[in-house]
């Protein structure tokens, strides 16, 4: 695939949706003692592990909530709670130490002075996010936690909720990730898709996953991405895009 071809894929970008802890942020969240903890207390709670399907932690836990209020429904709710709130510590902990990875505050600035719209999406909490960068809104045009939607990526929904906000299409869009979950979210809404290497997923996890663009990191899409097409009121009282010749 010849690189030019691909980059004019972007010619006609209006907006980048983030992820971030791994994408913006150094990724230092403990999902595997997360995991142990939240399986130790489904245990406790009777559900063994061989029988949820889900794959990620969110959704095994919103697996096992119908599972356990078949039998008894405040132990289902009980257990929402206390597995959310070990989430919440491991997540809290981790926002502790967390920093943004070196230059991506630049590199989010230039994408919005360009005129691209900026989106960063998270599956961790708002205050854990907030707690790194207690100035998100800075650097972004939107910033959807986990907190404010019931279904997270790679669920179309949090994808769908920030394309709103930022009134621009999937195709008009590019999600960037550090987890193959972030490029299957961003093709299920029709977006471009660039995997990074900040976190713990290989470049060929990413080409497996069909990402259009593997990158060493976040901060280099600046380079990548022209400003936006201007837009012009048209005469049928929308917005439509207009040619840079005119
Ligand atoms: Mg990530």
Redesign the pocket.
Known sequence: MGTRHKEDQLRDIRAVVF?????LAV?NIDFSEMREQVFELMRKYGVNEEKVEERYLLEIIDEVVPILSKSNSSAAEEFYQKAHLILHGIEMKAAEEGRMLPGVKEALISLKRKGIKVGIVTRNCEEAVRKVVPDIEAFCDVFVSRDLIKKVKPHPEQLTSVLKALHVTGKETVMV???TI?IQAGKRVGMKTIGVLT?RVKKEEFEKAGADWVLEEASEICELIPPSPPLVKGGGGGFSKVDKKH
């Open positions: 992820d971030f802890d791994g994408t990724l990730g550090d987890h972030d976190g």
